[in-house]
């Protein structure tokens, strides 16, 4: 296999030159052209990120804001309306990942787009994309946040969108609907979505820039936000008839409405402060724009200018192209590096480790933010996934960061030990009821909230999840907690509970099954859990059977629609990593079905010590949106190769030789 036999099997030496005894094997250089590689691309505060790519909704509904603004015809956007033709379907459509079918709101975001860019409709590729679209029903059919751009510019209108109440910001969070009940994400959404959907704001656009061709019946035709359901009381339709009511007695509302209106805009500006923009993620900060315009903040002034800038920030321009990055993974990003190197053999002392380390620390969140309000007693402490983001440190980075530390011995550090500390209490504190973790608050897990008319993005709840519970049991296996802990005892029950009946789990942050599986085994490994239980081992023999047979492994984001394409698809690095991960973790170092995969990441990297992906393998909402980490196709093989080194020949210890 390349050469790599048990006992050439040795972990790799670190930057540096290695022992004149101890040639290198296949294994060896591989691990080193990997880590050398990534030691290049850090940046000289210490940290590491690589591009985050999402798609083409970015593009579009940037150009959409431009064209709000009155600001379609800047240069810049038709490199952004270039992009989105590379990324145009052969049969006319856009789909939102990479081997998927066409969309329709992705699709009729980006015909709009290209109009609005001066691509003429009867040219031969708008043709072909409008077909596509009239086939699937016309843009009527799209989703509610697609409905309101077009709202925006005039293309639907607004008594047809659903309805985004301010008033919900006046709702008690003892109410059983409120805002503090939605997910994060939807939270920052919907506060500025709320100051838009109030003031309908309109932008009419000439007639030839329009996109009535679309439209298979005219849009102004009384309609449902959403489909009513044939029951006559479903939870989807009392909240349509919620939904109508509100629009009656809106106009009446008067000292309440802006009031509600008031709090909305107070509430957002509050969370200006300490971030990249709200929330630091890409639909917010859209909203925010429009929402600032709504409240009369002209485009001069200060705060709409910053507003903008952040919008600018996630914008990467080559020569004739333009894409926006949905946000920006720094601290996600090296806390991977760092632990990848770790176990790559780099000791913690070399510099590139000790800048990249204190890079982290000083990224510690201590704000109380939005998960405070559920817990009002627990200190402040934890990570984000963005450069600033203080309202919204998440479980799923503070547990990387603390494995991060772990690995590189950081608890040993006197400046790294409160840090450390207060972010494995925050994490704890941050447990559901059901015993597991979800991303960024507690028990916000209502199953009603998902059938108001503005839901259908997919993600208006942050409940438990399997690969963020299994993170977290990686990261306290670390810091020496055990099966025996009350609360590691909940979190395994709540494991067990969410196995699929393959043996796989769930990936809520990663496609999909092999994700959610590698998490899992590694989590139980690190917390000391006996890897001979069923559970263990109906995972593994679930990940052997979906081994291809060129020894890698792949499964595509379309799994998340249609679940009996667990495990399948388009090999990729990444996931055969976490496979390999998954599968060593469970004791199978030595197997015929590690080797192989081991064999495929040696016969498959790069000249640059990486690995080529085209494939999307992250998840932002599953069915909705994923997104491309740049660096996953890097240091996860990586990973998985030095502790395929480490476990396959435990008696061989790493040679390490810092250069003069």
């Known amino acids: 296999m390349n050469g790599v036999t048990t006992s050439q099997a040795t972990r790799p030496v670190a930057a540096g030159r290695r022992s004149e005894a101890s040639p290198a094997t296949p294994l060896q250089r591989s691990i080193e052209h990997a880590r050398n590689s990534l030691l290049t691309l850090q940046r000289p505060d210490g940290h590491w990120v690589g591009e985050l790519r999402g798609d083409t909704i970015l593009e579009s509904e940037f150009v959409l804001l431009m064209a709000f603004l009155g600001r379609e015809d800047e240069p810049r956007l038709k490199k952004a309306a270039r992009y989105l033709l590379n990324q145009q379907l052969p049969d006319g459509g856009w789909a939102n990942y990479p081997g998927g079918p066409a969309d329709l709101s992705v699709s009729v975001k980006a015909y709009f787009a290209l109009k609005l860019t001066g691509h003429h409709p009867d040219a031969a590729y708008m043709r072909k994309a409008r077909e596509v679209i009239l086939r699937a029903g016309g843009a009527i059919g799209c989703n509610t946040f697609t409905k309101f751009y077009l709202a925006l510019l005039g293309e639907f209108p607004y008594e047809n969108c659903a309805s985004v109440p301010p008033e919900l910001m006046l709702l008690p969070a003892w109410f059983y609907v409120n805002l503090y009940a939605m997910s994060s994400w939807t939270r920052t959404i919907v506060v500025p979505l709320s100051i838009f959907s109030a003031h309908k704001p309109v932008r009419h656009l000439p007639r030839e820039k329009g996109i009535a061709e679309l439209f298979v019946e005219a849009p102004e035709t009384p309609r449902w936000p959403t489909r009513p359901t044939r029951r006559l009381f479903s939870w989807t339709n009392f909240f349509l008839g919620v939904d109508w009511l509100y629009k009656k007695v809106e106009p009446y509302l008067g000292p309440v409405h802006r009031h509600a209106l008031d709090k909305a805009a107070k509430w957002m500006r509050e969370r200006f402060l300490d971030s990249d923009g709200l929330g630091a993620i890409f639909p917010p900060m859209i909203y925010t724009v429009v929402a600032l315009r709504c409240l009369g903040v002209r485009d001069s002034d200060p705060e709409m200018l910053w507003a903008l800038k952040q919008l600018d920030d996630l914008m990467i321009e080559d020569n004739d192209t333009l894409r926006l990055q949905p946000c920006v993974s720094p ?284 494939c999307f393998t992250g998840t932002g909402f599953p069915k909705v949106f994923y997104l491309k980490y740049e660096l996953y196709p890097h240091y996860f093989p990586m990973m998985a190769l030095a502790r395929f080194a480490k476990a396959s020949s435990e008696a061989v210890r790493p040679n390490y030789h810092a250069e003069i």
Not at 383 to 408: K, Q
Not at 494 to 500: G, P, S
Not at 555 to 562: A, I, K, P
């Open 331 to 614: 601290v996600w990003d090296t806390a991977m590096v760092l632990n990848a190197l770790a176990i790559a053999g780099v000791p913690a002392s070399e510099a590139s480790i000790t800048s990249g380390v204190n890079w982290l620390i000083q990224r510690e969140v201590r704000r109380r933010g939005d998960w405070s309000l559920m817990s009002p007693d627990l200190e402040a402490g934890g990570w984000v996934f963005e450069y600033r983001n203080g309202f919204y440190p998440d479980v799923d980075d503070t547990s990387m960061v603390l494995v991060a530390l772990a690995r590189n011995r950081q608890s040993e550090v006197p400046q790294s030990r409160l840090p450390i500390e207060r972010g494995l209490r925050w994490m704890l504190g941050m447990q559901n009821r059901d015993g597991g973790w979800a991303a960024f608050d507690r028990d916000i897990d209502r199953e009603v909230l998902t059938k108001v008319p503005f839901a259908d993005h997919n993600a208006m709840l942050d409940p438990s999840c399997p690969d963020i519970t299994a993170r977290v049991l990686e990261a306290l296996g670390l810091f020496g907690y055990s099966p025996e802990h009350p609360q590691v005892k909940k979190a395994i029950a709540c494991l067990r509970k969410t196995q699929e009946s393959s043996g796989a789990w769930f990936g809520r942050w990663g496609v999909n099954y092999i994700y959610g599986t590698w998490q899992v085994l590694t989590g139980l490994e690190s917390i000391g859990f006996d890897m001979a239980d069923s559970m263990v081992q109906r995972a593994v023999a679930w990940l052997e059977q979906m081994q291809q047979s060129n020894g890698a492994w792949g499964e595509s984001c379309r799994s998340y629609d249609d679940p009996t394409l667990a495990g399948q698809g388009e090999p990729t690095a990444s996931q055969t990593a976490w496979a390999l991960l998954a599968l060593i973790s469970a004791g199978r170092a030595d197997s015929t079905p590690v080797r192989k995969g081991i064999e495929w990441l040696l016969s498959t990297q790069g000249p640059d010590g990486a690995w080529q992906e085209d």
